[in-house]
């Protein structure tokens, strides 16, 4: 079965930390880039940072420095650890499988919220 299940979302309190994860199925794991993306209230979905098959990692100018994204092979999943949460960084926080703006499978998502 294709998939992938996020989870670790939650309410934190502005300056604060969470680690999201993103558990994939195998066929999924061992052949795509893996993304997270995040989709605020009224607002599109976009791109926040990306881990290739290799390990070679991205991330939007907004949350570079205190995001980071890593995978564990051995587990199939990806996670994002997030520090230095912000109020604009509450969003649902989606994994999705694919490159170059070209998702083949997405999550459903998780909620992040970021208020005191």
């Known amino acids: 079965q294709v998939q992938l299940v996020e989870s670790g979302g939650g309410l934190v309190q502005p300056g604060g930390s969470l680690r999201l994860s993103c558990a994939a199925s195998?066929?999924?794991?061992?052949?795509?880039?893996l993304n997270w993306y995040r989709q605020a209230p009224g607002k599109q979905r976009n791109l926040v940072a990306t881990?290739?098959?290799?390990?070679?990692?991205s991330y939007a100018d907004s949350v570079k420095g205190r995001f980071t994204i890593s995978r564990d092979n051995a587990k199939n999943t990806v996670y994002l650890q997030m520090i230095s949460l912000k109020p604009e960084d509450t969003a649902i926080y989606y994994c999705?499988?694919?490159?170059?703006?070209?998702?083949?499978?997405w999550g459903q998502g998780t909620q992040v919220t970021v208020s005191s």
């Open positions: 195998e066929s999924i794991f061992s052949v795509y880039t």
């Open positions: 881990v290739t098959r290799s390990g070679t990692t």
């Open positions: 999705g499988a694919g490159a170059w703006g070209k998702i083949d499978y």
